[in-house]
């Protein structure tokens, strides 16, 4: 797989938009109180680097890091100072 198509298959997997390009991302955050999203995204990032070996070799690596970015952007969205 080149990395032009590890890139859409990790940012926007067709199979996940939904009605008006809706990503099911989205619906899930909207779904979830912001403890329970990040709680979420921390699961997505451990099963992605707990199974890379074995199965998706880079493009886990890549999905897990798509995941923790996300995390870092939902954590960044409090405005809580760091510690």
Known sequence: MHIEEENLVVESPPHYAGKNNLQCIDCIEASLTEEQF???LK???LKYLWRYEK???TTDLYKARWYLDKLIETESKT???NR
């Open 38 to 40: 990040k709680g979420y």
């Open 79 to 81: 405005g809580r100072p």
């Open 43 to 45: 699961g997505c990032i």
């Open 55 to 57: 199965k998706g070799k």
